[in-house]
């Protein structure tokens, strides 16, 4: 009898539920976006940022967005704008013109993503900011990290929250089952998330199981998909499944979060950590493409595909693994429908094999470091590499085109050079501007009196970078004697301030790519090494009348890159002349400082131009001065 009525309140309880989610469909529905643009975000406490005129570029409103969840400006960079209704992301460099006409609602969302940045997974390498070697002692070194965990405190708990959004609405879709047997582990798996969810609700709210709210309904927290397929299943089983769910969130609440002092801390990173694995290709991007081209310098250009299907291929981006293509899988649905029952008995083993095969199908083209510049024309993207190689493929539009070369240029800076930027189309206007004045990003304060002392620690030496902690303040690290810094606090309003401010501490300071707090340390970053060691760099005279200068390619931070064609003499008692292909880097004329650019052909030689093979040549052009210099490897 008491079964019964258990049962009754239950079905009681899940029809008020029932609802409840249609009444909010239905307003879901009738909702009419309001005029303007909207900034949302995934935590249900922060409200949206509204804005109803004016100009505003995407990295402004990241900025305000990130001052609102109390973000701060090392992990800023690793969110961006997302158009939900377009599935399109937007280039920080993006302008949003505002007036009556204007009614978009964009998210906030974690773009870059970078797996077992969280140390729990044994099987995968951790992912860790780089932070200064500090002397240790043996037993330091073997417990220790080299290294600062990836995200702050506010950043966690605002991934969490997307986290929670992607896996209920099916944005990141669960793996795909080889079997009935892991169908069922999959299931019980989102169930454990729900409970997670849950648990880290009750602790937030300072709730004991006894105290939760009756509506609190498992079905919110598990994905669309197998909610519905749970509707689907027997009165009996859907009761059975409550049931032991409430009894499992009980035990877990009691065993787990009292009696362990688990911290809602330990409860993200925990939901995060699965999500990797419960999910397929969790915080990658991928593209999709009907021409895919893999060339070098000395090869024509073979399109990998069949043009009688499309698409053909998918470009894979993730930031443990970097740029991965392949040849997308078609599935013949005609031929299981009329096979279905026959392979009953072997559909396990197919699936497993065809799942492993699936895996052994990425192809890897590179990882970020070795990108030296990224061409847009129109709908068309084109990746150069150090060795030659590039990738060019062709996206649905050009706006496609801009958010996927703005993905690859944000996580460049995440793992090479966090100043420097691969394709003026995306350039990040707050990047642009700290080069024109010699302004760090947030470097730490131990990374910036290092970098004084690789430079001499000379009297009034300094370091000009933005703060760790406040988007509005610069900090200014000055060497006072040989043994004392000095960190100055510049508090600023605006750009025009900045300006002033950059112009008037101008003389002495050092702005050139290094290793900083600002990157992230993968396994792949760690063992990249360049093709070519700068022991075989040699430099050679070349004069002008010898280059023939070709099509325009793009450009650098700093300088034009263009094609072009070098007349040569294998031997001087040889008569006859040879042509090489070369890459011309011609630097802007604006750069008076012959020493800045001395020292920046020195690193674009070293660290842009390492891998390129001794067939090409890199001719480096300096407008505002007679002579041509010229370095080839």
Known sequence: MEKYINVKEDCKAMAFCAKMRSSKK????????????????????????????????????????????????????????????????YAPNHVFQIDHKTALRVRYRMRFYFSNWHGTNEHEPSVWR???????????????QEGTPLLDASSLEYLFAQGQNDLVRCFAPVRDPKDDQESHEIENECLGMAVLAISHYAIKKNLRWPELPRDINYRRYIPETLNKAIKQKNFLIRIRISN????????????TIYDSSVSPHDLKVKYLATMETLTKHYGAEIFETTTLQISSENEKNL?????????????????NQGIQWRLKPHVVQSEKEKHKTKRKKSESKVKKNGEKNEREEWNSFCYFPEITHIVLKESMVCIYKQDNKRMEFKLSSHEEALSFAALID??????????????????????????????????????????????????????????????????????????????WILVLSGKEKTSIAYSFFQQRTFFFPEISNLLVATKKSQEWQPVCPIGQLSFHRILKEEIIQGEHLGRGT?????????????????????????????????????????????????????????KLLIVFTLLFTLAHVTVYV
Not at 37 to 43: D, I, K, N, P, T
Not at 130 to 143: L, V
Not at 435 to 443: E, L, M, R, S, V
Request: negative net charge; proline residues 3%.
């Open 303 to 319: 399109n990998l595909g069949d043009s009688e299907i499309l698409p053909h291929f998918e470009v894979m981006v993730t930031g």
């Open 130 to 144: 780089h932070s200064p070697k500090k002397p240790k002692n043996s037993y330091e070194k073997k417990q220790v």
């Open 26 to 89: 239905n307003e879901v529905t009738t909702e009419v976006q309001e005029q303007g643009l909207e900034v949302a975000f995934y935590l249900q406490e922060k409200l949206s940022l509204y804005y109803t005129s004016g100009k505003y570029t995407a990295e402004d409103l990241c900025i305000k967005a990130a001052q609102k969840c109390s973000i701060s400006p090392m992990c800023h960079n690793l969110f961006a704008l997302f158009d939900e209704s377009r599935n399109l992301w």
């Open 244 to 255: 032991v769910f409430k009894d499992f969130l009980k035990e877990f609440n009691k065993k």
């Open 558 to 614: 700093r300088t034009q890159i263009y094609s072009g064609i070098l007349n040569y003499k294998v031997d001087e008692s040889y008569q006859a002349e040879k042509e090489m292909k070369v890459l011309l880097k011609v630097l802007d004329p604006s750069h008076r400082d012959i020493s800045l650019v001395g020292f920046s052909l020195l690193w674009l030689l070293i660290l842009g131009m390492q891998g390129i093979q001794s």
């Open 410 to 487: 944000g996580y460049f800076r995440l793992t090479a050079d966090a100043h420097h930027y691969l394709c003026t189309d995306i350039a990040p206007p707050l990047i642009q501007h700290n080069i024109k004045n010699g302004c760090h990003g947030p470097i730490c304060t131990d990374y910036a009196i290092n970098k004084l002392r690789q430079e001499g620690n000379e009297e009034g030496m300094y370091v000009l970078r933005w703060s760790c902690t406040d988007f509005n303040n610069i900090l200014l690290t000055v060497i006072c004697s040989e043994y004392s810094q000095v960190c």
